[in-house]
């Protein structure tokens, strides 16, 4: 096994993520087969209980595992299925030592962070890193480690201790370290790239050789890092370093190159109205913006999000400030579509009821995810059955119409790694619904899930003979999955979390529904002979053209304040 790690320095959030994502892009595109570890120094078990405004999205895998959203970066830019262990953090390192020696595997020593800690780090990378991901047989060729944070954090040193001590373990030839750093570019200057007395400089000062000192300056979309990194000749270098000149060929990105193209070109906007609760970090939603992108990339349009706080839409927001209530109605009224994502907290949940109104009354494509769904079953319940009070136990408990219950096998005193997590089946109750159209037509789906609250089975006799169609639901035929307004061009909702398994290539089916509706072709695009591969298709999906697999990209995503969020790299990097 060969090792690669991407280490940051200056500050946090370089790109550390897009940078070792990349290495693996490249990696894989001369042949070898590519793994990732994420370490997070933080004393969390896993980033299950942190709030979105901490360290952005939750990202969740197959087996449950609650991760950093960089593994969601991995697996999209990769096309992995990682598992829980390929995220360490400080909390998961201490309780497998202290579980040792609670148990007496140490045999009285005194139990210390050199070697005991230092040592479980080691043995935890060793052991992942064999884990096969790619579907294939066997271990991969290269493991690509980040370390999360910045060199010089205390609660990074026993890991940085380890990995030191870890590149003597695993013997010259099998390590390779890239360090990320930022340099300052003056606007005045303008220049995007590192000069070479710059770079000569660097390489005095870091005894790194200046041909190893790479330039990762803004671009258009991400998409473009990889093909930067093979212009410099990374590849070459870490694959010199690893001894594998002789073994992996040239970087075969003629694919890759041709994705970031199309997606420079693209300029038919499709405006989707994001109505969430932490819409002041994109981060926040960066699985459900990635999966809007490959969409509108596979449909050909241009994506914009409009970002509309749910609580603007309130009444209460109407009279304490009508100018952002008015700016956040205008928006979404703008909007070619409507997404609610998922949530906690009763915060905005009333602006979510409008909008999910609102979408469901003017014939508005929707969809929404997990809280979303919740949402759309709670708005028809009060403005088609007429329950007034109709309500999630989570946000009212003494409601006498309980729409959304507490499922009986969750915890309401433990939070961490409680909840119905990872993936799942839902199997279709109607054939032709537009959902199991979008899948391909298929009997069943494996999605993954993150939720406490359920749509109450007590319930759905009430709601589908008022019109809402339950047309998922898991094994047992008690929990809903999946609805839809039949009579609506594209009204659904979803107990799952289908971001998580879209990939740049393999656009999310129910993504591609809801920017197909909004561009107006749905009904085009179900008809299309060839719709049982387009969920999975690399190509054009709605004007008929045939073009490459489009792969993970930085998004331009306008704000309600008018400006744009881009995803940028200014970089320096020691490779």
Same mark, same amino acid.
């Given at each position: 096994m060969k090792y690669v790690?991407?280490?940051?320095?200056?500050?946090?959030?370089?790109?550390?993520?897009?940078?070792?994502?990349?290495?693996?892009?490249?990696?894989?595109?001369?042949?070898?087969?590519?793994?990732?570890?994420?370490?997070?120094?933080?004393?969390?078990?896993?980033?299950?209980?942190?709030?979105?405004?901490?360290?952005?999205?939750?990202?969740?895998?197959?087996?449950?595992?609650e991760v950093d959203l960089d593994l969601g970066n991995y697996e999209r830019f990769l096309d992995l299925k990682l598992t829980r262990d390929n995220n360490i953090t400080t909390g998961k390192i201490y309780q497998s030592v202290i579980n040792k020696e609670r148990k007496g595997d140490y045999l009285g020593k005194t139990v210390q962070v050199v070697p005991h800690i230092t040592d479980a780090?080691?043995?935890?990378?060793?052991?992942?890193?064999?884990?096969?991901?790619?579907?294939?047989?066997?271990?991969? #060729?290269?493991?690509?480690?980040?370390?999360?944070?910045?060199?010089?954090?205390?609660?990074?040193?026993?890991?940085?201790?380890?990995?030191?001590?870890?590149?003597?373990r695993v013997g010259p030839g099998n390590f390779c370290l890239v360090h990320?750093?930022?340099?300052?570019?003056?606007?005045?200057?303008?220049?995007?790239?590192?000069?070479?007395?710059?770079?000569?400089?660097?390489?005095?000062?870091?005894?790194?050789p200046a041909a190893n000192i790479i330039t990762l300056y803004d671009v258009s979309n991400i998409w473009h890092i990889p093909l930067l990194l093979r212009d410099q000749k990374v590849h070459e270098a870490i694959l010199k370093g690893l001894n594998l000149l002789g073994v992996a060929g040239e970087p075969a990105l003629e694919e890759w190159t041709s994705r970031a193209e199309i997606c420079d070109t693209l300029?038919?906007?499709?405006?989707?109205?994001?109505?969430?609760?932490?819409?002041?970090?994109?981060?926040?939603?960066?699985?459900?913006?990635?999966?809007?992108?490959?969409?509108?990339?596979?449909?050909?349009?241009?994506?914009?999000?409009?970002?509309?706080?749910?609580? #603007?839409?309130?009444?209460s927001t109407r009279i304490e400030a009508p100018d952002l209530h008015k700016?956040?109605?205008?928006?979404?009224?703008?909007?070619?579509?409507?997404?609610?994502?998922?949530?906690?907290?009763?915060?905005?949940?009333?602006?979510?009821?409008l909008a999910a109104k609102y979408a469901r009354?003017?014939?508005?494509?929707?969809?929404?995810?997990?809280?979303?769904?919740?949402?759309?079953?709670?708005?028809?319940?009060?403005?088609?059955?007429?329950?007034? #009070?109709?309500?999630?136990?989570?946000?009212?408990?003494?409601?006498?119409?309980?729409?959304?219950?507490?499922?009986?096998?969750?915890?309401?005193?433990?939070m961490g790694g409680t909840m119905r997590l990872g993936s799942r089946t839902t199997y279709f109750q109607v054939p032709d619904c537009k959902s199991a159209q979008l899948y391909g037509n298929v009997k069943y789906v494996d999605e993954r899930h993150r939720h406490r609250y359920e749509v109450n089975p007590d319930m759905i006799t009430q709601l589908e003979s008022a019109g809402l169609s339950f047309v998922g639901k898991d094994e047992s035929g008690r929990r809903m999955e999946i609805l839809e307004l039949p009579t609506h061009p594209y009204f659904v909702g979803v107990q799952f979390h289908p971001e998580f398994k879209s990939r740049p290539g393999k656009p999310s089916a129910l993504f591609l529904g809801l920017i197909a509706a909004s561009c107006g072709h749905l009904e085009a695009f179900l008809q299309s002979p060839n719709i049982t591969n387009k969920s999975n298709s690399p190509n054009s999906l709605v004007n008929g053209t045939s073009n490459s697999k489009i792969y993970q990209n930085g998004i331009k995503s306008k704000h309600a304040n008018g400006s744009h969020n881009i995803y940028s790299n200014g970089n320096g990097v020691h490779a």
């Open positions: 790690l991407v280490t940051g320095g200056v500050v946090s959030g370089l790109g550390k993520g897009v940078t070792a994502s990349s290495i693996g892009v490249v990696l894989m595109a001369c042949g070898l087969r590519v793994t990732s570890i994420k370490i997070d120094p933080y004393l969390n078990t896993d980033a299950g209980t942190m709030s979105p405004f901490e360290h952005g999205e939750v990202f969740v895998l197959d087996d449950g595992g780090i080691q043995e935890w990378i060793e052991r992942v890193a064999m884990i096969p991901v790619d579907g294939k047989e066997g271990p991969a #060729d290269v493991c690509v480690i980040e370390l999360g944070g910045t060199i010089g954090d205390i609660e990074s040193m026993p890991f940085i201790e380890a990995l030191g001590q870890f590149s003597y990320v750093s930022l340099v300052p570019v003056l606007n005045v200057v303008g220049e995007q790239a590192l000069e070479e007395n710059v770079k000569e400089k660097l390489s005095k000062f870091c005894h790194v300029h038919e906007p499709v405006r989707i109205a994001m109505v969430g609760k932490y819409t002041g970090l994109s981060d926040s939603y960066l699985s459900v913006l990635k999966a809007l992108l490959h969409a509108s990339v596979a449909c050909r349009r241009k994506l914009v999000v409009e970002w509309v706080a749910a609580s #603007d839409l309130e009444e700016a956040a109605w205008d928006l979404l009224k703008g909007a070619d579509g409507v997404l609610v994502p998922g949530g906690f907290g009763d915060r905005g949940v009333q602006g979510k009821i009354e003017n014939d508005i494509p929707f969809l929404g995810i997990c809280l979303g769904m919740q949402i759309a079953v709670i708005e028809f319940a009060r403005s088609v059955l007429n329950m007034q #009070d109709a309500n999630s136990t989570e946000f009212d408990a003494d409601t006498t119409n309980p729409c959304v219950i507490f499922m009986p096998e969750g915890s309401k005193t433990h």
